[in-house]
Each structure stands twice: as C-alpha cells, then as structure tokens.
C-alpha cells in the first residue's frame, strides 16, 4: 500500500489566489513527521514546512501552512497569496519513527503535485 | 541548516561506464542518504550510508550497481555501475540534523543522462 498519496498530478491557481496541495498517509507508527518539499525546474529539493505526529496545532511558515487532520490521515500544504515563483513540483514526504529500524531517518515520498501559477 | 555540496551537477555517459558521485556536507552527520529521482517521478531511497559501517540498501538496489563509500562523517560518494539508459535519473544525497522532527537537506542533485 502507498504510505504518501498525493492525487492531484497537477493543479493550476491564478497569482495572489490561495492553493491547496492534498497529501494523505498511511501508517501505523503513533510516531511520525510530515514534511512538504518544493522542486522547482533545476532539481534541488527546498524545504517547505513540517508537522509532528504529536504536535496539536497546525504548522505554519509565511505563506505555508499545514492543514494536519490526524484522524483522516491527511496533510495538505495551504499556500496563500500564490506567486509566479511557486510554479513547481510539491512533494509531501513521511518519516516513521519506531518501525524506521536500520533505515530510520529515511524519507518516504509522494508522488508529487505540479503546480502552475497563472499571472 | 546544512550546505551540501554535490557533484557533479550533470553528466552524460556511455552505457557500460562507471559515474561516481560526490556529496560533502559543511557539518558532521551521521547518516547520510542517497536517493534516485527517475524523469517524471517521485524520489525514491536507494541506500543509507552510516560512517563506519556498511551501507544499508533499500529492496531493489544492490551494492554491486550502486556502491557508498562513507570515509568519515561529512563525505560520502555514490557510483552508478556498468550503466544502462534506464539508469538516466536525477541522484540526490541528503543529511538531517538528527533529530527526528528535523527536516531533511539536500544536494543540488546530479542529472545523469545515459546514453
């Protein structure tokens, strides 16, 4: 089974609009972490913002936050005010914490949302 | 945060070579990661690289197509062995800071093209 789901292969929001990125997870570690990725067109991997299993209030970072629904299992990125820079692909990853055994630390990935920003 | 600096930042070989990538961290870490991106996909972790130990790979890779060296705590190097075009992907070499909430940095990536 997919332990990251992202459903939407790509979606499209005009500049200064506010997107949401869908991401839900599978797991039954009670230990884990959410992490959204941003990859632009030259292919390095920029760090967005991140969710604790344990953690009662939504992240939030600037223009990110992190819509967290623990009993749905869903992680969705909320970009506001949308900008022509964040025309990319947006990767939501998990890291497991007890099942991680030798690979713990590793990142699982989705398989990604490409976001078009129209001016 | 962690600088990682990753080389070479592209390349395009013959099937049938060898390419070794290069990944050195301005910090000690102590696990390191290396993952392919294949065109069009998501990344996917091809091994765990621990200083000192062994290599840990992930199910569908193999050291003999992918071998790590791990010569101390802020270098690692990742070959693409006796390469085909199928293995024509982006590489990416990541650290965290070792806390478990902590986020994941990364490499520019290497985009290898074989042809």
């Known amino acids: 089974a997919q332990k990251i789901t992202q459903t939407q292969p790509g979606m499209f929001v005009q500049e200064k609009e506010a997107v949401t990125l869908d991401c839900t997870y599978d797991?039954?570690?009670?230990?884990?972490?959410l992490f959204w990725y941003k990859q632009p067109s030259s292919g390095e991997m920029i760090f967005l913002i991140y969710?604790?299993?344990?953690?009662?209030q939504n992240a939030t970072e600037g223009r990110y936050s992190l819509n967290f629904q623990k009993a749905r299992k869903s992680a969705n990125l909320v970009i506001s005010a949308s900008q022509l820079g964040d025309s990319a692909m947006y990767f939501c990853a998990m890291r497991e914490g007890l099942s991680g055994g030798t690979s713990y630390g590793k990142l699982t990935f989705g398989q990604g949302t490409i976001l078009t920003v129209h001016p | 945060s962690a600088v990682i600096s990753q080389k070479p930042s592209r390349d395009i070989c013959q099937r049938g070579t060898s390419l070794t990538i290069q990944c050195q961290v301005d910090s000690q870490v102590t696990m390191m990661f290396w993952y392919r991106q294949q065109p069009g996909q998501s990344l996917t972790l091809i091994a765990t690289a621990n200083q000192g130990s062994e290599a840990t790979y992930e199910s569908g890779f193999v050291i003999d197509k992918f071998p790590i060296s791990r010569p101390n705590l802020t270098f690692s190097t990742l070959t693409v062995s006796n390469m085909s075009p199928e293995d024509s992907s982006i590489y990416l070499c990541?650290?965290?800071?070792?806390?478990?909430?902590?986020?994941?940095?990364f490499g520019q990536g290497t985009r290898l093209t074989v042809v």
């Open positions: 969710q604790g299993s344990y953690d009662q």
């Open positions: 990541s650290v965290d800071r070792g806390q478990f909430l902590s986020e994941a940095f």
């Open positions: 797991t039954s570690d009670p230990s884990y972490g």
